[in-house]
T-cell receptor, first 114, second 113 residues
Framework: ETGVTQTPRHLVMGMTNKKSLKCEQH?????MYWYKQSAKKPLELMFV???????ENNSVPSRFSPECPNSSHLFLHLHTLQPEDSALYLC?????????????FGQGTRLTVV | GENVEQHPSTLSVQEGDSAVIKCTYS??????FPWYKQELGKGPQLIID?????GEKKDQRIAVTLNKTAKHFSLHITETQPEDSAVYFC????????????FGSGTQLTVLP
């Protein structure tokens, strides 16, 4: 257990559905991240929140909408997704600043878009 | 930006043998190099890391070496066991923020009993 909890673990949704992924960290960190992990590809950073403020959005389509209500919680709202969005979505947290900031990952949500 | 290349993409070894995974990075300013292990159905977990002021670090059966001049670093696993089977990712960090972590593409390690 890394201290980062993601729910749900698995999600199947149709292209017209709206769903949300949830992430909670119990580590007291001040930064949280969403990554996308597709088969045979490096981890892709999607969004970064530092001190609850979005600081990075790596050209992610608007059908993905993040929300960070406080430093412990992070959501990813999904709307009208495409089949190619099927992937493992990983949440991570870290403490910004210093040298060598370790990132702790959650278990991920396996998303399938049908 | 940083670019990290990881080899091999798949690696099979007999139980008890050693496994070596290599990564190269492009930006000489990178100063932190973690390795993550991802088991099936789980998120990546940090197993060892090294900073740029150190050439080698060991933790029981795993070790990491760093060659700053050549800009490459390697993960060494000795006396491999079936539970070492997983996907291993290397990463390089440019600054103190984990948002700058650049990951390699991963190595699927299979330890054959």
């Amino acid at each position: 257990e890394t201290g980062v909890t993601q729910t749900p673990r698995h999600l199947v949704m149709g292209m017209t559905n709206k769903k949300s992924l949830k992430c909670e960290q119990h580590l007291g960190h001040n930064a949280m991240y969403w990554y996308k992990q597709s088969a045979k590809k490096p981890l892709e950073l999607m969004f970064v929140y530092s001190l609850e403020e979005r600081v990075e959005n790596n050209s992610v389509p608007s059908r993905f909408s993040p929300e960070c209500p406080n430093s412990s919680h992070l959501f990813l709202h999904l709307h009208t997704l495409q089949p190619e969005d099927s992937a493992l979505y990983l949440c991570a947290s870290s403490q910004e600043g210093g040298i060598g900031t370790e990132a702790f990952f959650g278990q991920g949500t396996r998303l399938t878009v049908v | 930006g940083e670019n990290v290349e990881q080899h091999p993409s798949t690696l099979s070894v007999q139980e008890g043998d050693s496994a070596v995974i290599k990564c190269t990075y492009s930006d000489s300013a990178s100063n932190y190099f973690p390795w993550y292990k991802q088991e099936l159905g789980k998120g990546p977990q940090l197993i060892i890391d090294i900073r740029s002021n150190v050439g080698e670090k060991k933790d029981q059966r795993i070790a990491v070496t760093l060659n700053k001049t050549a800009k490459h670093f390697s993960l060494h696993i000795t006396e491999t066991q079936p539970e070492d089977s997983a996907v291993y990712f290397c990463a390089a960090l440019l600054s103190g923020s984990a948002r700058q972590l650049t990951f390699g593409s991963g190595t699927q390690l299979t330890v054959l009993p």
